[in-house]
C-alpha cells in the first residue's frame, strides 16, 4: 500500500484527504528540488533561495509563483476552513528541508553535533510530520511528544537505509561525536567504523520501540490509528533492526 493511500485512507474522503494530498504532492517537489533530483527553477540562484522562499510563504501567504505555493495555499485555505491552523508544522517541515538545503555536499558532506541533527529531525520527524498528521486525522487527544519515541526510530531506520544515497547525495547524518569516537574517515556503509555505528543505532531503534510500546497503550488514539501505527511502522522498522544487528 502507497503512503497516500494510507494516508486517505485514515482521514477519510472530503476536505481532510485533500489536504494531505496537496501538501504531499507540495513537499516531495521542494524536496526533490533541494536533493539535486530535479533541476533548480531558473528564478532561484540556488537551493536555500528556494527553500527559503517556499517557508517564507507558508509564515505569510501572497500571490503563488509555482505550483508548490499553489498547493501550499490550497491545503492552508482548506485547513483554515475547517478549524485547522497547520501553519507551525508546515513550517517546522519546510525549515528542516532549508536546513538541508544549507548542508547538502556531494563533494564533501558537512558533518554537523548531534544536537544539531536532533533538532533538525525533530522538527521533520516529530513537531512537523507527526504533529501534522494527529491534527488531520482528529487525534486531538494526543501530542506530538506522545509519538517521539516511534518518530525517532522510523528516522533511524530510513537514515540506516539510505545511508549511502544520503552520501552520494552530500548528507551524513551521522553526527560529529560519533564521527570522532569512531574514527570514520571514509564516508561509506562498507567501512567497519560505519557499520558499527550502524548496528548501534539499530540497538538504539529498538530500544526506542520498547520504550514507544510502554507508552502507546496508554494513549486515547483511535482504532484505526492503532492498527496502522503498528502494521506500517512499528514493525517494519523492528524487523528490519533486527535484520542489521
Not at 528556494?50 to 501550499?72: G, I
Not at 544536537?115 to 510530520?129: A, M, S, Y
Request: hydrophobic letters at 40%.
Amino acid at each position: 500500500m502507497g503512503t497516500m493511500r494510507l494516508l486517505t485512507m485514515l482521514c477519510g474522503e472530503g476536505i481532510r484527504a485533500e489536504i494531505i494530498v496537496s501538501l504531499y504532492a507540495a513537499l516531495h517537489l521542494v524536496d526533490d528540488v533541494v536533493d539535486g533530483d530535479v533541476d533548480l527553477p531558473a528564478q532561484y540562484s540556488t537551493a536555500i533561495d528556494y527553500a527559503r522562499r517556499k517557508v517564507r510563504f507558508c509564515a505569510r501567504p501572497s500571490v503563488p509563483e509555482d505550483d508548490v505555493e499553489c498547493l501550499l495555499l490550497y491545503a492552508l485555505t482548506l485547513a483554515e476552513r475547517i478549524g485547522l491552523d497547520i501553519a507551525k508544522e508546515m513550517h517546522c517541515i519546510l525549515a528542516s528541508m532549508l536546513f538541508d538545503a544549507g548542508r547538502r555536499d556531494p563533494l564533501h558532506p558537512k558533518v554537523f553535533r548531534v544536537r544539531v541533527l536532533h533538532k533538525h529531525f525533530h522538527w521533520l520527524d516529530i513537531e512537523g510530520t507527526i504533529g501534522l498528521c494527529l491534527k488531520i486525522f482528529e487525534e486531538a487527544r494526543t501530542r506530538h511528544a506522545d509519538l517521539r519515541e516511534l518518530g525517532e526510530a522510523s528516522r533511524i531506520q530510513y537514515t540506516l537505509k539510505d545511508v549511502d544515497e544520503d552520501f552520494r547525495a552530500g548528507y551524513c547524518n551521522i553526527p560529529l561525536e560519533d564521527v570522532e569516537r569512531l574514527g570514520i574517515h571514509v564516508f561509506d556503509s562498507t567501512s567497519s567504523p560505519v557499520q558499527k555505528w550502524c548496528t548501534e543505532e539499530s540497538e538504539r531503534g529498538l530500544q526506542l520501540l520498547q520504550e514507544h510500546r510502554r507508552k502507546v497503550k496508554r494513549l486515547p488514539l483511535r482504532f484505526l490509528t492503532r492498527i496502522v501505527l503498528p502494521l506500517f511502522y512499528e514493525w517494519p522498522a523492528r524487523k528490519f533492526f533486527n535484520s542489521i544487528r
